[in-house]
């Protein structure tokens, strides 16, 4: 019945649930422009003269298309994965977005127009795993509530190399906490080597991003292994003998990647590209520049990296 609330069994049946901005998920820049030129009223006005007109795909259309291809086979109220939007558009300028939604048939049900104001309250709620966003202070204010983030700068879609949902993540401050970073960065890398060799048995903390990562494990495992839709690598600055304690880490916590590239120091770009990333995480601006030229990415402000 209309107004009852859903049963809690019934709102958990997604086993990821992914929250996504409007300017991530459709090529909104032309309307952001007029409103931080114009304001909010000269923004309201085109976005309702344009309402018919349909979005182009955003940055992340690609990977919201992949995660909800994932549902395939699922009963419709038993889905795999759930994305929800979150705007800060009004409902009525908004309008436009759900018609490029029903345009593009994601199958998006679930939404919240906030009007201008922060759309990182209605996260937890939902029991998102991952909040994907344009605004920075968004996201910064996602990860200090314990919600794994990035911002992922706005761009029309990438032409996609593979049919598998393949995501890419950093190690340090993203998998896994950054109290080794901070050796690193503090005292050098040949004291970093040092701590890792002498607490390779000892696991790292987990990191902002270690329940995404796991939830994404566990849909891994409803699929058979040898035909999984999606794929996921571990792309990281550590080599021998840093590598040790990240095996022993993921072991432990009962996660596991499909690649792991080890690449100490190198450039992570071309790697990312030769795995065809849809979305790569890293909590280095350095590294996040290197790997948009080649792959979408997503900036986790996490760490001593962002201090």
């Not at 997604?14 to 459709?26: G, H, P, Y």
């Not at 000269?42 to 992949?66: C, M, S, T, W």
């Not at 902002?208 to 990562?213: D, Q, S, T, V």
Request: glycine share 8%.
């Amino acid at each position: 019945m209309e107004g009852q609330p859903t049963s809690q069994s019934a709102d958990q049946t997604a086993r990821l649930v992914v929250a996504i901005t409007a300017r991530a998920l459709f090529h909104l820049e032309d309307g952001h422009q007029l409103f931080e030129t114009l304001g909010i009223d000269a923004y309201a006005d085109y976005q309702r003269a344009h309402e018919n007109d349909i979005l182009a795909p955003g940055i992340a259309f690609p990977l919201v298309r992949k995660l909800l291809a994932l549902n395939e086979g699922a009963g419709a109220d038993l889905p795999r994965v759930e994305v929800i939007l979150l705007s800060r558009n009004s409902s009525d300028t908004g309008l436009r977005i759900f018609n490029s939604i029903e345009h593009y048939r994601l199958k998006i049900s679930r939404a919240v127009f906030t009007s201008g104001a922060e759309v990182y309250p209605y996260i937890k709620p939902f029991g998102a795993q991952l909040f994907l966003s344009a605004n920075p202070d968004s996201v910064r204010s996602a990860l200090e509530h314990g919600i794994a983030a990035a911002t992922i700068l706005p761009a029309e879609a990438a032409e996609q190399m593979h049919q598998e949902l393949r995501i890419a993540f950093d190690g340090d401050a993203v998998i896994f906490g950054d109290e080794s970073e901070r050796v690193s960065q503090e005292n050098g890398l040949a004291a970093f080597h040092a701590n890792e060799v002498e607490r390779a048995h000892e696991p790292l903390s987990g990191g902002p991003f270690k329940g995404f990562l796991s939830a994404l494990h566990d849909l891994q495992g409803m699929f058979p292994a040898e035909n999984s839709p999606i794929r996921t690598a571990l792309v990281t600055a550590r080599s021998a003998p840093a590598h040790k304690r990240v095996i022993l880490t993921l072991r432990q916590w009962g996660v596991r990647l499909d690649e792991s590239l080890f690449l100490g120091g190198r450039d992570k770009g071309p790697f990312l590209q030769a795995f065809g990333a849809d979305l790569f995480f890293d909590d280095s601006s350095q590294n996040i520049d290197s790997a948009r030229r080649h792959v979408a990415a997503g900036h986790v402000p996490h760490g001593i990296s962002n201090e």
